[in-house]
């Protein structure tokens, strides 16, 4: 197990490298990648879709009209955003908020298995269709899945997925907010569940921390990532 301080340090340097990202078109058209943020050491994980334009000028995920109804939810259940980890299938805004497509969901994939990794969360709650099936890795929709937890393994995690609506969608739909404010209410029941019982690995099916990427990378500037300055928005928040 890591420490607070650990994971913290950790996805600072995950988030030098996702800062800089060229992996997808997506950096051509976005003032600035959204990393994810929160508490580094959440039990509770939230992964909506991809950045609208208020999270591309802000830096930060969620921060919309969906944002606030997130917010809301989680008062409901005595949480809020420094208690829980909120992140998307896509770093990057999609013009014209349009639907993430396939490659840009292939490049983006491994930030966010790398921050489940770091995280350990016990509970990540995917919100909408993208990231139910992403880490479901399965085409079933969300309306089918909605409020049904599942242990799923993500990447080296074993952790208690729960699909929900997506706030946005929830926002002008009355029924559907119901639905998801019924769905809400269990996450508080699933977390003092604890956590799954954990894959058994092999020594060298282990990940090597020595060995990742971006410990102190070296960027295609030939900065190290250690050199530069932390943008204040994004880290303030975990
Ligand atoms: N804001 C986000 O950060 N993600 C979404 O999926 C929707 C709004």
């Known amino acids: 197990m890591k420490t607070a301080t650990e994971r913290r340090e950790l996805l600072k340097g995950l988030y030098a490298e996702v800062r800089d990202c060229t992996r997808c078109p997506l950096h051509h058209t976005r003032t600035q990648a959204v990393f994810g943020a929160g508490n580094a050491d959440a039990e509770l994980m939230f992964i909506g879709e991809a950045p609208g334009a208020s999270e591309d000028r802000m830096g930060l995920p969620f921060v919309g009209a969906a944002g606030k109804l997130l917010d809301r939810l989680l008062e409901e259940i005595g949480l809020n955003r ?75 995690r074993a952790v208690r997925l729960y699909p929900l609506y997506h706030p946005a969608a929830a926002l002008y739909t009355p029924s559907m907010l119901e639905t998801l404010r019924t769905d809400f209410q269990r996450i508080p029941e699933l977390l003092a569940q604890g956590p799954p019982e954990q894959p058994q690995l092999e020594e060298d099916e282990l990940p090597d921390l020595d060995e990742l990427e971006f410990e102190d990378s070296e960027q295609s500037d030939g900065v190290t990532s250690g050199d530069r300055p932390e943008p204040a928005p994004q880290l303030g928040l975990f």
């Open 82 to 156: 420094k208690d829980v980890w909120i992140g998307n299938v896509l770093r990057c805004r999609p013009p014209d908020n349009r639907d993430p497509q396939p490659r840009e969901i292939a490049a983006c994939q491994d930030y966010l298995f790398e921050q489940v990794r770091l995280i350990e969360p016990v509970v990540i709650c995917t919100l909408g269709n993208f990231s139910t099936k992403l880490l479901r890795a399965d085409t079933t929709g969300i309306s089918r899945l909605h409020g049904r937890e599942e242990v799923r393994v993500i990447g080296f």
